[in-house]
């Protein structure tokens, strides 16, 4: 497997503090513990989540329209905004990071904090070791399904961890399998 970013390192640090121990990761839970209360309400346009911090409360909001693991996705990137970023506010302060495709540092980090918290690394190895031991003629499409079944995240997401931590090689398609 790859090597940890800083991110995920922070992510790791976070779970375990929570006393994560089984799947799926309780991001509410993880959420609440950084003290966040969180807020699921329905979002004009492509907005994802949002996060508020200022006098003495911080708030993450969550797209309500949008699938359950879309929700869990942007709750642990949300969390990972609030851990290792400063200043993003909205309301008074405006800087609402918008989820329309365009990527900075921060976005990119903040998706290696949500991949580690919701798929951690640790849990991915045993998990991926019993489907192989159970089959070792499992397809990447049947072990991307499996797995995206018990973390509890979307099969697009499972796929990116999966080659992010050089599980699997890069997907071009469909006609790529």
Known sequence: MTKQSPAEKRAADLLESSGVGRLPVPVEKIARHLGAEIQYEAF???VSG???????QTLIGVNSTHGATRQRFTLAHECGHLVLHKGVFIDRLVRVNWRDGTSDAEEVEANAFAAELLMPRTFMK???ERLVARSR???PELLI???????RVSQEAMRYRLVNLGVLGPYAGPNDA
Do not use: P, S, V, W
């Open 44 to 46: 004009d346009g492509q």
């Open 126 to 128: 045993g998990e991926i």
């Open 137 to 139: 003629k499992i397809t």
């Open 50 to 56: 949002m996060l508020y911090r200022g006098e003495g």
């Open 145 to 151: 399904a499996e797995l995206a079944e018990t973390f």
